[in-house]
């Protein structure tokens, strides 16, 4: 349908086709990001002989090491009930210079939501939120799976609402689905299957590289130009593993890093979007849709692998 839109829009008006920006131009040499990490503080399965405690305080002193202190993280506090070592692993996140957001109470998809139910999802997150940033600034949002609702009211009533309450949306525009490997990784851990280990983080790190890449060329299709970048991450023990290698792969790129308030001052984070969509994407994705404009190539993660190694 997409090609056949396009075909006509060609067809019928080569002046606005024209005008569009086309093939991508070069990358530019230092892009701007920041790293964010969802899903605090029990991110995907654990592996054998890990805890919470453990993985957030790795994660957090490898942020340290590259001066990311202030990074975000953002908590679904349905995981903090009643489990002591959840707890201590998002206070030693605050207490090595972390900040947390709101990411609802029980990560509920907006999209399988009513607005109502989906703002007292956001509320209910908000007592634990408050009790562990204690005067650090908590008020910033990440839409559970990006989804940001599937009609442009519902879209609306949610953004009205957030603003209202004092929130600030943090939009993404870097994703490699980083997450779909620690479940694998949990199991290939228990079985002791070191060459399959192997892979992941291999294919994990290719992904990286593919679609940081096509992230940054959508940007050159959709806005003319590059923006500051937040790039979605997710705190689980896999992307704390890899999280080395994931940096000396950013500074290669000549990544330079950046505090998520000055990313997300970017007007195009706040810009207004005609459109709504039932699909998962970045900020960059929902521009693209919304003008219906052709993807740059991409390898797809290897989903069929993920799902069977170490079963
Ligand atoms: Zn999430």
Redesign the pocket.
Known sequence: MKYLYLFALVALHPLTWAAQPSAPRALGAHPVVTLTF??LPAAGSLPPNTDRTQILTKLADELRSNRLEGTYG?VNAVDLTGDADAQNALHIWLNSGMNIGN?TWS?VLLTESTVKAFEEEIAKDEPALESFAQVRDWRWFRY??LLEGESIYKRRAVLRYLAGHGYRVARVTLDFQDDEWNDPYARCVAQNDTAAIQWLKQSYMESAVEYIRAGREEQLIVFGHEIPNVLLLHATAFTTLMLPDLMTLLRREGFVFDGLAHVASDPIYTRELNAAFADDGTLTNLFMDAKNLKYPPVKPIPEERLKTICQ
């Open positions: 969802d899903d953002f990411h990560h559970p799976a």
